[in-house]
Structure formats: C-alpha cells, structure tokens
C-alpha cells in the first residue's frame, strides 16, 4: 500500500513514523495456550479458491506468504462444517473429508514452517438467503431434496431488509446436529495440525441468527433472554473445548452489525455485551474476534471500540478488526457511504492504551504478505497500494 492507503491523518506522512512508534505491535503476546510473536493477525477472508472445497499447494503458499511476512497468528477463511445445510460456496474449503483434510495438513505444516499458529475459522450459513451446494451435502439418494436450512425460526433478514419467512424453527435434533457438526469440524483441525479453531458466530450466519431477537423467535430455552439466544453458542464452545482439550485455542468471531444491516446493533450497553460474553468465556473461549465495519469507532457513547470493551467486561484477549490499512475511498467503495477520519496514529495509540491485544490487518495483507514486516520495519512508504485484482487470484 502507499501511504494514501492508510486513513489521512492530520499531521506528518504515516512513512514518516518511526520504528519505535509501531513496536507495540510487534510485542509478544499470548492467547490461550498460543503463545505470539507479535499483535498481527491475518483474519478470515473467504476467497472461494478451493476447487470442490478441498485446499491445494496454491492454498498453502498464499498462507505461508503471510506468516513469513510476518504477521503473529493466520486465520484462514471460513470452512464449512461436516453439517448437511451448512455450505452455500462450493469452492470455499471444507473441514471433512480426507481429501479436504490432507490438503490442509499441507497448509498447516507450511505455516508453521514460517513458525507461525494457525487456527481454522469454522463456519455455517444457517438460514443465509443464498443456494446450497448439493455437491457439498452428505450422500442422498437420487432424487431427494436438498436438506432444510437451519435457523433459529426459519426468519432470515431483519432492520434494514425485510424479515421473510423461509423454513422451520430448529429442532432439538437440529440444533443437537449443529453442536456435533462444530464438534467434529474441531477434531478434524485437531487431527490436521492446526493450533485451534474460531467459531464464525458473527455478520448473519447461523449463530449470530440466533443471537439477534429479530429472527430468533424461540419461546424455548434458546429464544427469548439474551442468556438463551447464546446458548447454543455457548453449547459449542464447551463441547469444542471438552473434545480437543485445554491446549487447542478457541476464538469466537462476532459483530455488531450484520451484512443484513451495517447499522444495526445487537448489543445497547456494556450491560447486555456482558451478559453476551459471560456465558461464552465461561464456556471456554480464549480470545474474542471482535467485528466493526471500522476499529475507530467507539461504542455506548464512548471513545472506546467493540475489542475494548470486550477485553474490560469478559478479562479474555481481545482482537480488533475493521478498515484497517483501508483508504477512505475503499472504504466509501466497499460500505456505500462517507468514511470515517483516522491513520495508524490512531491505532497504535489505542494499543498504547490496551484497547486490544491483536489487531487483524484483512485487505493490506491481501494486496502485500510482507504488510507486517513493513509496518515493523518502519517502511509505511513501501507498502502497496490497493488493487481490486488481487480478488481474483492467490498472490
């Protein structure tokens, strides 16, 4: 990236700031049972390049570009779960399946060359108003119907969409599937050599469904309170957790808002962010992903961003997450609206004052895998500057 691609801020050249001004990044730190080299975190970022699923030497190599540019910790991008309804991209990875399996031991034994974890994001859709890949289902026999989709109530949308009605409230089976499927999907990363899991609980897919009143209609023990809405979340971690045991990480990535909604909001107060993460840290989470369209922005009428409070009311370690290293422009490009003033003075005085302790760096290191060693190093200048191509490829 140059360095218009970082936030303007008001005074100097972000090339301009001095090695010693980024060093709080590059501490190490610890999560869990992982120990990092340092604050950088490579964060999920699906890009549908896994034919049939299955992870290639090309997978393995844009991965291992990114830990050997520096960054502390690699989440990959979300994969599917071994659940019937859970996959809507045919070409995003999978967690099951030998030849899914093999090919991310490959991935894994590349990173960690680069001495660097790496934690499998795990994922399912829910009720997402998307197609299902039938070639992704458990074996049917000819003819049979693709499985349901999997919610809280069959709702789907919500705030800014209309909510509309598009199958059966989740049975106890349904739900008792789902947990088994996080489960497994867990062992198998296990099995494969992977440092850990993230249960992707954010942005509208199925856990977030049930956390959000507006398509959670429950009258059961998993509707209604916000204690009961996180209850099948919670569910998962501590069954991950009593699965793979206490030195295997679990992070759980969730959001304010919702691709459904960029301005909705799950949580009003510290309160009720609270009474979120007690159940989920009780369970066995060790870090929170915390997702903002944009890290600067404060909540609950403060100064002080999701990851900030995160870390204050559940005591676990935080990771911040949102706009990034992005240019105003792409960011106006990306989210359809006026972008929001800040730079890289901006972050690393927020992790001056232990606002988080991971920052996840997504488009940067897209474009340039040496993004962390740049930044360490002082060169903001060199960083490359932003090309929509790179989407399209696995550089």
Not at 352 to 359: V, Y
Request: with cysteine; net charge negative.
């Amino acid at each position: 990236m140059t360095i218009e691609s970082f936030p303007h801020v008001a005074h100097g050249s972000p090339s301009a700031v001095p090695v010693a001004r980024t060093a709080k990044l590059f501490e190490p730190v610890r999560i869990g049972p992982l120990a990092l080299k340092n604050r950088i975190v490579m964060p999920p970022m699906t890009r549908t390049m896994a034919p049939g699923g299955v992870p290639g030497p090309a997978n393995a190599a844009y991965y291992a570009r990114r830990a050997r540019g520096g960054v502390g910790l690699v989440i990959t991008e979300g994969t599917w779960v071994p659940h019937a309804a859970a996959a809507n991209e045919e070409n995003a990875p999978r967690m099951y399946g030998d030849d899914a399996l093999q090919g991310w031991a490959a991935v894994v034994r590349a990173v960690h060359a680069e001495d660097t974890p790496l934690i499998a994001q795990l994922w399912h859709v829910g009720q997402m108003k998307q197609h299902m890949v039938e070639s992704l289902y458990a074996p049917r026999a000819a003819g049979d119907a693709p499985p349901p989709r999997v919610g809280p109530s069959g709702w789907f949308g919500g705030i800014g969409h209309a909510l509309t009605h598009d199958g059966e409230a989740a049975t106890q089976q349904d739900i008792d599937a789902v947990v088994e499927a996080f489960r497994q999907g867990a062992l198998n990363a296990q099995a494969a050599g992977f440092d850990g899991v993230e249960i992707h609980a954010a942005h509208g897919y199925l856990f977030d469904q049930f956390f959000w009143p507006g398509t959670n209609k429950r009258t059961d023990e998993y509707g209604g309170s916000l204690q009961n809405r996180v209850r099948l979340a919670a569910d998962t971690v501590r069954e991950i957790r009593r699965a793979t045991g206490p030195g295997f990480a679990i992070s759980l990535r969730f959001s304010q808002w919702r691709v459904q909604d960029f301005h909705s909001k799950l949580f009003a107060d510290p309160g009720e962010l609270l009474g979120f993460l007690e159940p989920l840290s009780d369970a066995g989470v060790d870090v929170f992903h915390c997702s903002q369209r944009r890290f600067w922005e404060g909540e609950f009428g403060t100064d002080r961003n999701l990851a900030a409070w995160t870390r204050e009311l559940s005591g676990k370690p935080s990771i911040t997450v949102g706009s990034i290293a992005m240019t105003g422009e792409h960011i106006d490009t990306l989210m359809g609206q006026e972008s929001g003033v800040t730079g890289i003075d901006h972050l690393l005085k927020m992790a001056e004052r232990g606002d988080f302790d991971l920052a996840a760096v997504g488009r940067g290191l897209l474009v340039d895998p040496d993004w962390a060693r740049k930044v360490r190093e002082g060169r903001l200048d060199e960083l490359k500057p932003w090309s929509r191509e790179v989407l399209s490829t696995l550089v």
